[in-house]
């Protein structure tokens, strides 16, 4: 639990291993994911580090893994998952198995498809000429003339035959048109069936084509413009019983061509199945090697170059589980010299480690998205997980949607392990899987205020009866729609609702938003008070814990003064006119009426209660019979409440500056002894330490900071909580669209009579629907989670959130494996 309040304690530590025992030492460190190395080696480049040679080979079958992967997935070849856990990272001397295996592959695989990408191209030429020699007997039939002497038909013209993309006909005949200047007779015919391209295996379509010219000088110019638009030319013979016997041979070569191809194919689709088995191992393998070759780069060598020398941080609860894994390294390695881990002393600010797990993780990332925490800082997250739905609720209370909501991210839990195993490569979906348990709370408390507001789908649900008798009959209602409620009428019973508010609101059209924001209003206020009141008790914790003595008493004390006096006073003249102040009718017996000073008719306006009080003013009572104030005592006590708080402000910006020249005086006047004794003492920890173990500040920039602080502090008191009031406008927001989409569709489907309501109801309840789920859970939810986001980071966090720390980043397999399988997708 201490580390989910706050972050882990941290430790560096200088650790020693032998040579042969620290790879096997490092994977199982890996396998841990718990220790964050340092680079001993900055300034030395990345290709003359000592491991360089051994990382280049894992990127060489990192490669050819990539290529066999590739030519699996174009096969539709299922590469099956790894059963049970992870394989563990091979020895070194499994290194070079592994590339015999994959440089035996990789050149079986490229021989295979050079060969059959060879058949292809040889099977698209005979398919090409099968083709032509159909195709063109229609042409020759048109141009041939039979020869007297030998009795053979013959074309008076020469001619070319070939294919072309069916695409570039239009061009190729204007080109053939405007460069043999109309002397050249083109005709073409469509290949019905698409041919596959052997280099890209794309299914194209070509048609055949075949040139009437005469003379040599068109002979060369047709062949460069067939050239140019990349036709292929067959040898086409002019006599038909030629052509006949071409055909039958060319269907004889397709033939064999057609077992050949089978074989290649076969032979081909066994080798990527029978790498498609082991190749999610492979990868694990070559990439877990290569993680470690890095991590071993990191480290330094002895003198004796027997010696790997590493720093790192640790957790400090884990050292011992670390030191067990070092042994089994050692002895995974057979070396008998054990490793050394010694704990070292340093100024160097940790890194921030907050344990989470897959329900906490998701508020964690809503923390670091602000800033991680300062090392050792209070930790929002765990209060963000119930302040962070609620205050999203408050603006999207509605039973309706918030049930939507919540079968949304309910169903992504209950989904959870199919889901992540599908690894379904889009960014928002991968948005809204990570944060599913923020949904599904979200989608529960917004449940839970809509019951509340009772308020579903801008309806109201009468679970407990109204607390008003209906004294208006239907027609009344329906002829009359600026009917108000009026709780100082007899038709109020005076016995509130027993849980949220009176469904009968609904029906008060004229002043139901009146009624609605005034009471929103206030709990938005309240709620805002009460958050940024804890922030500065949090605030509270870190200065014990950081031992921050003055700051507790010149800005924690203050703070919590000024808020509580000026806001929280606020708060309580609410309460105090919600408890004093009923709904009595002002006039009381049958003779002289007496205007009752508890009932509503005397009670007083907080926003105008409190603009008096910070101004020093009383107004004119302009109520006859009624008190100016709400309690005795009242107008002294909020002089006192604003003198006491406006003097806080002069402690928050002195206070700090005075105490640190105190004491830096105390410190110079100690003189050369303090200098002295530490130049004895020399370094503390392993690191130089000051004199008296302190660092002078520069006055003037502690003056600046603090008057930044100051400042920021009293006026952000009032910005922030009229801030909180975002609460009361959205959800009155989303209640308004809620109820246009009622009105303006459901409504009227609804109401529709006759055979065809149906039909229109059906209709009209799909764009319902439909605006229900895009408009008012989608982007109002997005627009209700932004708002939320910016309360908790500028309004909460604020108060006591430094959030200038960096993350504790350990080596990690799983996490490599998790970004590069990623990386994959």
């Not at 609804?750 to 229109?760: D, T």
């Amino acid at each position: 639990m201490g580390s989910l309040f706050r972050s882990e304690e941290m430790t560096l530590c200088q650790l020693f291993l032998q040579s042969e025992a620290a790879y096997a030492c490092v994977s199982e460190l890996g396998e841990l994911g718990l220790v964050q190395f340092r680079d001993l080696n900055p300034d030395v480049n990345a290709f003359q580090r000592k491991f360089v040679n051994e990382v280049r080979r894992c990127d060489e079958m990192e490669r050819k893994l990539r290529y066999l992967e590739k030519e699996i997935r174009r096969d539709g070849i299922p590469m099956l998952e790894i059963p049970g856990e992870c394989p563990e990272a091979p020895q070194p001397r499994e290194m070079i198995d592994l590339e015999a295996t994959f440089e035996k592959l990789e050149n079986e695989l490229r021989e295979v498809n050079q060969n059959a990408e060879a058949l292809k191209r040889n099977y698209l030429e005979l398919t090409e000429l099968k083709h032509i020699l159909r195709k063109t007997q229609v042409f020759f039939d048109e141009r041939l003339y039979c020869d007297a002497d030998t009795g053979v038909y013959r074309s008076p013209l020469s001619f070319v035959a070939g294919v072309i993309l069916r695409e570039r006909i239009p061009a190729f005949e204007r080109m053939l048109w405007r460069a043999c200047r109309g002397n050249v007779f083109l005709r073409q015919a469509e290949i019905d069936t698409p041919l596959e391209d052997p280099s890209s295996s794309d299914q194209v379509y070509k048609s055949v084509f075949i040139i009437f010219f005469q003379g040599d000088q068109l002979k060369t110019r047709v062949k460069k413009i067939c050239e140019g638009f990349r036709a292929t030319l067959y040898p086409c013979p002019e006599a038909p019983a030629d052509r006949r016997e071409m055909a039958m041979g060319v269907m004889t070569r397709i033939e064999d061509l057609n077992t050949v191809l089978g074989q290649t194919q076969d032979h081909r689709h066994r080798v990527l199945v029978a790498a498609a088995k082991n190749i999610k191992n492979w990868f694990v393998k070559v990439r877990k090697i290569k993680a470690i070759y890095h991590t071993l780069n990191l480290f330094n060598l002895d003198v004796t170059q027997k010696c790997l020398i590493a720093e790192c941080w640790v957790p400090a609860l884990d050292l011992e589980t670390i030191q067990l894994a070092l042994r089994r390294g050692t002895e995974r390695s057979g070396s008998s010299v054990p490793p050394i881990l010694n704990r070292m002393e340093t100024i160097e600010d940790p890194p921030t480690y907050n344990r989470t797990n897959k329900f906490t993780a998701a508020f964690q990332h809503l923390i670091y998205a602000y800033g991680v925490a300062t090392y050792r800082e209070v930790n929002p997250a765990p209060y963000t997980i119930i302040t962070f739905p609620f205050l999203f609720a408050v603006m999207f209370g509605d039973l309706g949607h918030g049930a939507l909501m919540a079968i949304f991210g309910f169903w992504m839990c209950y989904k959870e392990k199919p889901l992540q195993a599908k690894k379904i490569d889009s960014e928002i979906w991968n948005i809204f899987f990570g944060g599913r348990y923020i949904i599904l709370l979200m989608g529960l408390f917004s449940m839970y205020t809509g019951l509340i507001y009772n308020d579903i789908f801008s309806k109201s649900l009468n679970i407990f009866g109204s607390s008003w008798r209906n004294n208006y009959n239907q027609s009344t209602i329906m002829e009359n729609r600026l009917l108000q409620l009026n709780p100082d009428s007899e038709d109020y019973t005076q016995t509130p609702y027993p849980f949220g508010i009176d469904p009968v609101w609904q029906l008060a059209e004229a002043n139901k938003i009146i009624f609605m924001n005034a009471y929103k209003m206030k709990i938005s206020i309240i709620i805002g008070v009460f958050h940024m009141l804890f922030g500065v008790c949090m605030s509270l914790w870190n200065h014990l814990y950081f031992k921050r003595r003055i700051s507790i008493y010149v800005e924690f004390i203050p703070q919590i003064m000024f808020l509580t006096l000026l806001f929280f006073y606020m708060v309580l003249l609410m309460f105090i006119k919600w408890t004093t102040y009923g709904s009595t009718p002002p006039y009381w017996g049958s003779q002289e009426p007496e205007i009752l000073k508890t009932s509503a008719y005397c009670a007083p306006s907080i926003l105008i209660t409190f603009i008096n009080m910070m101004l020093f003013k009383t107004d004119a009572n302009t109520r006859p019979k009624c008190d100016d104030v709400m309690f005795s005592g009242q107008m002294a006590i909020q002089k006192l409440f604003v003198i006491v708080a406006l003097l806080c402000v002069p402690v928050m910006l002195f206070g700090k500056p005075y105490f640190i020249m105190k004491e830096q005086k105390q410190r110079a006047s100690q003189g050369h002894q303090s200098i002295e004794g530490a130049a004895e003492n020399g370094t503390a920890g392993g690191a130089p330490v000051p004199a008296s173990g302190h660092h002078d500040e520069d006055i003037t920039e502690v003056f600046i900071h603090q008057a930044i602080h100051t400042i920021e502090y009293v006026l952000g008191s009032v910005s922030h909580t009229a801030s909180y009031l975002r609460l009361w406008a959205l959800s009155l927001a989303h209640a308004q669209l809620a109820e246009v989409a009622w009105n303006m569709l459901l409504r009227k489907g609804l109401m529709s009579n006759g055979p065809e309501g149906g039909v229109i109801l059906y209709m009209v309840f799909a764009g319902w629907a439909a605006i229900s789920v895009a408009i008012l859970v989608l982007m109002e939810g997005l627009s209700a989670f932004l708002h939320t986001l910016r309360l908790h980071w500028v309004e909460f966090q604020s108060k006591f959130y430094a959030g200038e720390g960096y993350l504790f980043q350990p080596f990690s397999f799983e996490v490599i494996l998790d970004s590069a399988g990623q990386g994959d997708e």
